[in-house]
């Protein structure tokens, strides 16, 4: 399994084909506590730079382009009545989508580093 960061706040996991991509540590502190969110949709076919996910927080509204071209192969529906999910720190509760037929996931444009582009605020 491999994790990888984006500079816009998302986390990329790949497993046995699959990409589950998430809110990562450093999104959630990009957008604060997040309040609302329009998710993708089931079969929709992705392109990086497509409008991933929709989301409005309590320091920001947020566009979130998709870092990955692929299909939407499941959508993490539980966040539509739970939104508090995308502020948890566990992977289980804030992942938003799982793509199939993924291309550029190897690109530099990822990092080992979940504050990938940016120092982590305690630190600071």
Same mark, same amino acid.
């Given at each position: 399994? /491999? &994790?990888?960061?984006?500079? /816009?706040?998302?986390?990329?996991?790949?497993?046995?084909?699959?990409?589950?991509?998430?809110?990562?540590?450093?999104?959630?502190?990009?957008?604060?506590?997040?309040?609302?969110?329009?998710?993708?949709?089931?079969?929709?076919?992705?392109?990086?730079? #497509?409008?991933?996910?929709?989301?409005?927080? =309590?320091? =920001?509204?947020?566009?979130?382009? =998709?870092?990955? &071209?692929? &299909?939407?192969?499941?959508?993490?529906?539980?966040?539509?009545?739970?939104?508090?999910?995308?502020?948890?720190?566990?992977?289980? #509760?804030?992942?938003?989508?799982?793509? /199939?037929?993924?291309?550029?996931? &190897?690109? =530099?444009?990822?990092?080992?580093?979940?504050?990938?582009?940016?120092?982590?605020?305690?630190?600071?």
């Amino acid at each position: 399994m /491999t &994790t990888k960061y984006t500079q /816009t706040g998302l986390w990329i996991e790949e497993k046995d084909g699959v990409v589950r991509v998430g809110l990562s540590e450093k999104g959630q502190d990009d957008v604060g506590e997040v309040m609302f969110v329009e998710l993708p949709k089931f079969g929709e076919k992705l392109r990086i730079g #497509d409008n991933l996910l929709s989301v409005e927080g =309590a320091k =920001a509204v947020s566009e979130i382009s =998709a870092p990955i &071209t692929g &299909t939407v192969q499941k959508v993490h529906d539980a966040l539509e009545d739970e939104i508090e999910k995308l502020n948890s720190k566990d992977r289980e #509760d804030n992942w938003i989508i799982e793509l /199939t037929n993924v291309s550029g996931f &190897t690109s =530099a444009e990822f990092s080992d580093n979940p504050w990938f582009g940016q120092v982590k605020p305690e630190e600071v």
